[in-house]
């Protein structure tokens, strides 16, 4: 480990065939803080870019968002590191830099919890409609089920360490994004949101780009958004 690595916050990048942006999105954070990139299965030269570049990287071959996020958190667990906040930052360039530092900002003024970057007032066309639509639908559902107004539905987002072990993560797929958010809701945890800029995405979108890929992520999404409210104890 770099000496020089600061462990208050550590960043996962979970990434697949990004090897046309993952340089430009580490070189782009805009702290020194410690990076592990996940790579999920890369049949391109991803990990050989990550390497070169000296970061932290780990291997998860099956495919899944859940399994590259949950074989992070092993690492970080595993080695008893030990940080204040997790952030997940997409390995496809659409962060900006700005939506980091102000994210990070945002949850060191607030309680324990999860915050997360809301794409909705974003002045590019970096969400195809059915995207924005999706989030209008979950965002709408988190609302009537746990009396909870979000706006997105981001991957962008910054959580306190304990807050992450404590709501125990299972999702290894599409699901992840709305475990994550109404596990901390029933656990009593502070969630929130702040406007951040969405860039276009280099390549073609894990999910978004394609409409099937796009219909098993909305049943995955919809399936936690219930399950939970049914549930008396998480």
């Known amino acids: 480990m770099d000496n020089d690595e600061n462990l208050e916050i550590i960043i996962l990048i979970p990434a697949l065939n990004e090897e046309e942006i993952i ?3 580490i070189n782009e954070i805009p702290i020194n803080n410690k990076i592990i990139v996940i ?5 391109d030269n991803t990990a050989k870019i990550v390497n070169k570049l000296g970061k932290h990287l780990i291997y998860e071959e099956k495919k899944g968002y859940g399994y590259a996020c949950l074989a992070g958190i092993n690492y970080i667990t595993s080695s008893n590191l030990q940080p204040k906040y997790i952030l997940f930052v997409d390995a496809d360039g659409t962060n900006h830099p700005n939506g980091i530092i102000n994210i990070i900002e945002q949850i060191r003024n607030s309680p324990t919890g999860l915050i997360m970057g809301s794409r909705m007032h974003t002045n ?5 409609k059915h995207a924005r639509f999706a989030n209008y639908f979950f965002t709408r559902l988190i609302h009537l089920l746990y009396k909870v107004k979000l706006e997105d539905m981001g991957s962008l987002r910054i959580i306190d360490y304990q807050a992450l072990i404590d709501i125990d993560m299972q999702d290894t797929g599409y699901g992840w994004a709305a475990e994550m958010i109404v596990k901390i809701i029933r656990k009593g945890y502070f969630i929130g949101e ?6 276009p995405r280099i390549g073609k979108s894990k999910i978004s780009g394609s409409f099937i890929t796009s219909i098993k992520a909305a049943i995955a999404l919809t399936y936690y958004i219930l399950k939970y409210s049914f549930k008396r104890n998480i």
């Open 23 to 25: 340089e430009k999105t």
């Open 39 to 43: 790579d999920n299965g890369s049949t």
């Open 124 to 128: 590019t066309n970096s969400m195809p």
């Open 194 to 199: 702040i406007n951040v800029e969405q860039r």
